[in-house]
Nanobody, 117 residues
Framework: QVQLVESGGGLVQPGGSLRLSCAVS????????MGWYRQAPGKERELVAR???????IYSDSAKGRFTISRDNVKKTADLQMNSLKPEDTAVYYC???????????WGQGTQVTVSS
């Protein structure tokens, strides 16, 4: 059974940094593309960043230059380093694992990120 557990959310002041981590268990991690999504109140869930099983990354326009996604295939984790945070980054952040070829999606429970002074 595939399980994703996020950690690292919290309250941070504008301009601050947070690092989110997603631990994956119950499957072969290298067979998955990993991503981070977020959902703000009243808005749809949106892609923040994605990293392929080979390490190629893409970012949303709002995340480019401020966020960095990474993965560790030995530890079976996918991290999102968020710098220069803004109030509009406030949302619940979800880790996603997408199985290669089948494109089956698995989701974590979400972690709250609040950017406020």
């Amino acid at each position: 059974q595939v399980q994703l557990v996020e950690s690292g959310g919290g309250l941070v002041q504008p301009g601050g940094s947070l690092r989110l981590s997603c631990a994956v268990s119950g499957t072969i991690f290298s067979a998955y593309h990993m991503g981070w999504y977020r959902q703000a109140p009243g808005k749809e869930r949106e892609l923040v960043a994605r990293i392929s099983n080979g390490g190629s990354a893409i970012y949303s326009d709002s995340a480019k230059g401020r966020f960095t996604i990474s993965r560790d295939n030995v530890k079976k984790t996918a991290d999102l380093q968020m710098n220069s945070l803004k109030p509009e980054d406030t949302a619940v952040y979800y880790c996603n694992a997408r199985r290669m070829y089948t494109e089956t999606d698995y989701w974590g429970q979400g972690t709250q990120v609040t950017v406020s002074s």
